[in-house]
Each structure stands twice: as C-alpha cells, then as structure tokens.
C-alpha cells in the first residue's frame, strides 16, 4: 500500500439545466460526512419518530430513540456544564443579576470576583462592544499564562502570539485562507482526517495530499511517510505550504508520542529547507485541541525555529462548551508578515464572540486550590474525566469482541474509529445498487452500512469513508460519548447488527 495519496478532487454534480442557479462549484465539492446524508436521515427518522408517538401512539420503526453518535457534542448527551464556568458566564453577560438581593450572597465569592474582574477588564463592562480583532488582550494574556503553567516555563509566550477565534473550526479556515491561492498550494492532511480540513481546502481551491496514519500501530504518525507526500505534490506542480496534525485524533482518538511530535519538526524542517521553501512557507497546523505542540521549541536547532500554528478549543473533553464557539490558536516561529496577515483577516472577521472569548479565559483559568469554588469544581471535573475514561476503555473493548470488528484504544479523544470487515457480497451488493441508482444515491459500503445500521437501530455514526482511510478497508467513527447506560444497548445492537450482516451476505 502506498504511504500517501494526492486526494482526488470529488467530481461534484453539475446542474443540467441550463437555467439552474448558480453556485459556487468549489462549495458544491466541499463535503462534509458529520452532518452528511446519514444525519440528515437521523433527522428524518426523529421526526417519525416523533410524530407516531407523539399522543402515546407506537411507532413503526424498529427502536424507541435515535442516539446521536456522529458528532463530538457532550452536553447533547448528559455531560452537564461546569457550574463555576456558567455562573462567571451568566454574571459577565448579565451584570445586573448582581443587584438582585441575595444574588451576591448566594455565589460563591470567587464567582463574583472573577466576574467582576473580567468585566472591569472588557472596556468597564461594556462587553457588547466588539474587541481587538485577535480577542481582548486579558484573555490572551489569560492563555498564554496557561500555557506556561502547563508546560512548567517561566516565561509565558507573549499575548501577540495569541490569536482568539470562534472554535477551531474559525481558526482552521483563517489559516487555509492565508496559505491557499488555489491548486498550486498544498496542504498535506493524515488520512484518517476530520472532514473539516479536506472540506476547507476544497472550499479555498487547494491540493490535498494524504499520509497514512498505521492503524496497527495505534494510529501512530510515521514522519517519514511525509516525503512521499511533498513528491507528490511536486508531481502535480504543487508547493507543501501546510502539515497538518490531529493530535489526539479525530476520528483516531489516539495520543502521539513527544517522540512523533519532535519527528515532524524535524521532517518539516527538512523539507523546507531542500525546497529552499523556508522563508516561502511551510507550516505545521497543529490541531493539538488538547495536547502542546510546543515540543518544537525544547528541540535542538535548527529544529525549534519550526513554524507551527497549535490550536486549541472550549468544545471538547470535560468543558465541552461546543456551541459557545471559543477557542485559540497559538502562532510559533512566525514570520511578521503571517503574524500582520492574521491580524488583518481577523480584523476582516471584525472580532471572535464575546461568549467564546471568556469560555477560553474560563478554560486557561479554572479556580485553583483554596478557591470558594474549588472543592465543587474538582469533583465535577474528576466525575467527567473518569466518566470518560471508563465509557473509552469498555467501548473498545466491547467493539472488540464482535466478530467482524476490531478497534484500537481511545487515548485521549472523545472518538473511536473501529475496522468493520464487510463480507465481499455485501460489498457486492452495494456495487450493484449504486451502479443502478442516480450518482446522487451512489455511496460507499460503509455509507451503506452505516445507513443500514441506522435504519435498523437508531444509532448515528459517520462511515469511514468520510474521513478518507487506506483503500479496501471500511471504519466507522462513533464518539464514546452516550451514557453508561444506553453505550452497552448501543454496543449490543451494533453486535446484533453486524452479526445479521455477516450471516446475511457470508
Ligand atoms: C481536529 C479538529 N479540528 C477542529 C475541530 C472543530 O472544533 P471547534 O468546535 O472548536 O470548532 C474539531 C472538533 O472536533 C477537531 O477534532
């Protein structure tokens, strides 16, 4: 099997008629399976569901509830927010709740601090107003002091080098957008990939070259297997301008080792300098949501002088605050003209959103021992992290025990991404209804099974195939996030499922 692979540009349907609106084609190319057909189907379903049982009545489908594991979404499920989060967030957006008799004294006195302190610090409580483009500088001064607690340094990085953003998901785009112009730049993505990356450099005309992360070496990332990818761009007239790296990952949920991390600096570095392409760019997009990807800078040189954007973000893990859209990218070794450039596109996007930006604040600055508030954050924390690490740890292990699929551990992500061996007539069979259905209709064996699995079971998971993944086999990503509970009748129908399948079409 190759190492790498140039991305095929998806052949998207052209309108027919000639009267047919126009819409941008390289929209219509960008695909994006977490809220693809599938979910779109679950949509369908919930509403019958709804529907039929709406007066007591039963419905006619063969499950009582959709359970939604195709998108990392904790408080969907029954991950509840952080107390101490939520009463800074509901003081600073509502300071006159302060005024109310007995509010104050009911709080805890750190709460109340900190919200009036993040208040005075926004411009004297006027948090309407828009801030600095790149967030306001209390709460990137808030993060880069959590950055130099985390890594045990004196010296935090400085607050310039802190860019606040919407999620990862704004910061991911901003950056495609700096770097591509249009094919002849290329972004080299890890196959498996989140779709995000692959559907943005769509959206901005890139060329995506793949690298294979090795499944039977717990996902691990081979930096050597890099080289095959810049060549490949070579081939098609395309510069490498960016790497990027999921860690942990998404779909993968596996943890790189320092080891891998410093492997990749030291390829990148390489690489720009046979291309003489140092000072022409080419970047580590280090979509590290949890772990540092400032190893870079403990490393010898010339290695630590390489370029890296790490990002990080509230919608993950024990926060999982998804929809309050906060988040941070952290610029390493950058050039003063990228450095202006972000800027300018942030002040292009005007400012990130006021909620989002004390979320991360809140994030970088948890209460700490002694705090009013500290005995009931810890156990709140503690409670989800091990919730977590329980729910990873059994789904693995019970995915492992059905026949037909196997499943590496979940290390550090909210995702797994077993192997499902689909019996060749199944494949078959899919062939034969796609080559009889409209291209619209046309899917890949795992978009079916997972469409099927769907149908039969109410369970939402995203095919493999829209993460991309090593031709001839077939995944599906599901997230380790439902409850105790309703993860072991999900695990159960997914046996039952599967097992039908293999006898079935054996
Ligand atoms: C690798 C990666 N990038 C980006 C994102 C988007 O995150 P956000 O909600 O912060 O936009 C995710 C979310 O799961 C992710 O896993």
Redesign the pocket.
């Known amino acids: 099997m190759n190492s790498f692979l140039l991305v095929e540009r998806v052949s998207y349907h052209k309108p027919n008629m000639p009267t047919a609106p126009y819409v941008n084609p390289r929209v219509l190319e960008a695909q994006f399976a977490v809220r693809g057909p599938i979910p779109m189907r679950a949509e369908q379903l919930q509403a019958q569901l709804r529907a039929e049982t709406a007066d007591g009545g039963t419905s006619v489908l063969p499950f009582t509830e959709i359970i939604h594991c195709n998108i990392?979404n904790p408080h969907a499920f029954s991950q509840k927010p952080l107390t101490f989060y939520r009463q800074v967030m509901a003081l600073v957006d509502a300071p006159m709740l302060m005024e109310i008799d007995g509010v104050v004294a009911h709080l805890p006195s750190d709460v109340v601090a900190r919200a009036k302190q993040y208040l005075q610090q926004s411009g004297d409580g006027k948090t309407g107003a828009y801030s600095d483009p790149t967030g306001h500088l209390w709460v990137r001064e808030a993060v880069a002091a959590f950055i130099a607690r985390r890594d045990g340094t004196t010296v935090a990085p400085d607050a310039r080098n802190i860019i606040i953003a919407d999620?990862?998901?704004?910061a991911?785009r901003l950056i495609m957008q700096l770097f591509i112009a249009g094919p002849s730049d290329g972004v080299l993505i890890p196959i498996p990939q989140?779709p995000?990356y692959t559907a943005q450099i769509s959206l901005f005309d890139g060329t995506a070259a793949a690298y294979y992360l090795d499944e039977g070496n717990q996902w691990g990332l081979n930096a050597q297997d890099l080289d095959g990818c810049v060549k490949q761009l070579k081939q098609s007239n395309a510069s490498p301008r960016l790497l990027v790296v999921?860690n942990p990952g998404?779909p993968t949920g596996q943890v790189f080792t320092r080891a891998t991390m410093e492997g990749v600096a030291m390829t990148t570095t390489l690489f720009s300098s046979q291309m003489k392409c140092i000072k022409r760019t080419f970047m580590v997009l280090a979509?590290c949501?949890r772990a540092s990807a400032r190893v870079i800078l403990h490393m010898p040189s010339p290695y630590h002088n390489t370029s890296c954007i790490s990002?990080h973000?509230?919608?993950?893990g024990i926060i999982g605050e998804?929809s309050r859209?906060g988040?941070y990218m952290e610029l390493l070794n950058i050039a003063p003209i990228h450095h202006a450039q972000i800027v300018k596109l942030c002040s292009i996007n005007v400012c990130s959103n006021f909620n989002g930006q004390v979320m991360t604040a809140l994030m970088c600055t948890p209460p700490v021992q002694g705090d009013a508030s500290y005995p009931q954050f810890r156990e709140e924390y503690d409670g989800i992290f091990s919730d977590l690490k329980e729910r990873a740890a059994s789904l693995a292990i019970e995915l492992n025990t059905i026949k037909g699929i196997t499943c590496n551990s979940v290390d550090g992500?909210i995702y797994a991404f077993p192997q499902i061996q689909l019996p060749h007539k199944y494949v078959a069979r899919n062939d034969a209804l796609c080559a009889a259905a409209p291209p619209a209709e046309r899917m890949a064996a795992d978009a079916r099974w997972a469409l099927e699995l769907l149908e039969a079971t109410g369970i939402v998971v995203v095919p493999g195939s829209g993460f991309l993944q090593p031709e001839g086999t077939f995944h599906f990503r599901t997230t380790i996030l439902p409850p105790k509970t309703q993860m072991a009748a999900m695990t159960s129908s997914i046996r039952a499922f599967h097992t039908k399948i293999n006898e079935l079409y054996a």
């Open positions: 990392g999620g990862a998901t704004s991911v989140f995000l999921i998404n979509a949501l990002l973000s509230t919608s993950k998804c859209r988040g992500a």
